[in-house]
């Protein structure tokens, strides 16, 4: 026997852990399904949780049918998305307690909620833990893994601002989608969304082209202009 034979085959390498994204109820589904289609571009496996409020949410602001057995495919269709991608994405009932994301052996690279209703960020500082996305995110918690909130309301009342403050003061980053004007790249619907989704890969430590970041559109402060060839 060769001394080759003997030894181990080198191993693949393992895939990342997936990130979860909850979509709730709130309007701004659009944002979710445009982090999805960043994650799974950059071949970043989904774990998505869609709430039974926010289907409605999702026809009215996509035109998306969610309804059916196969939703990943559904969600590829609706981004324009080839179906070998359906093996990066999987989709879960918001009733489904006993899937992956609600145990905390279960890897994740941690989690989103976007958008994030004011009924399920209640639900998420409280630990009420009767829904998959408010479990999944508990466990986000639990195993001190990133967890993004993108909350939709406007104005805050005083619960809100006490729900917030709890989850940030437990290390959640909160990250409500602003409006932003000091790039020509903000200047659409469609610059305001990248926006927000590059803000949420940045939490990541995602790589991603979606605007113009600051200090690359004009020269650092101070710098001087450059020097002629000839004194």
């Known amino acids: 026997m060769s001394p080759a ?18 979509i709730t109820g709130a309007s701004g589904s659009i944002l979710g399904f445009r982090l999805i289609e960043e994650l ?11 709430t039974e409020k926010s289907y409605q949410v999702i026809f009215e602001e ?38 992956a994301p609600s145990s905390g052996t279960h890897m994740t690279q941690g989690m989103v909620v976007i958008p994030c209703s004011m009924g399920t960020l209640g639900r998420i500082a409280n630990g009420i833990t009767d829904t998959l996305v408010a479990r999944a995110a508990d466990v986000t918690m639990k195993e001190h893994r990133k967890l993004v909130v993108v909350p939709r309301e406007s104005p805050f009342n005083q619960i809100h601002l006490r729900n ?28 305001q969304i990248n926006y927000t989704i590059g803000k949420v890969l940045d939490q990541f430590g995602l790589g991603h082209d979606l605007y113009t970041r600051w200090g690359q559109h004009i020269p650092a402060a101070g710098a001087s202009a450059p020097l002629s060839s000839q004194a």
Not at 77 to 90: A, I, Q, Y
């Open 40 to 50: 799974l571009k950059l071949g970043q496996s989904v774990q998505l949780v869609i």
């Open 5 to 22: 034979a003997n030894e181990p085959s080198p191993s693949k390498p393992r895939p990342k852990p997936p990130i979860v994204v909850g």
């Open 164 to 191: 917030l403050s709890m989850l940030a003061q437990c290390g959640v980053v909160i990250l409500p989608p602003m409006l932003t004007f000091y790039l020509p790249d903000f200047g659409t619907i469609d610059g």
């Open 62 to 99: 996509t035109g998306l049918k969610m309804g059916g057995q196969n939703k990943a495919i559904r969600v590829l269709d609706h981004l324009n998305l080839p179906e070998s991608m359906v093996d990066l994405l999987e989709v879960f009932e918001n009733n489904r307690l006993d899937a």
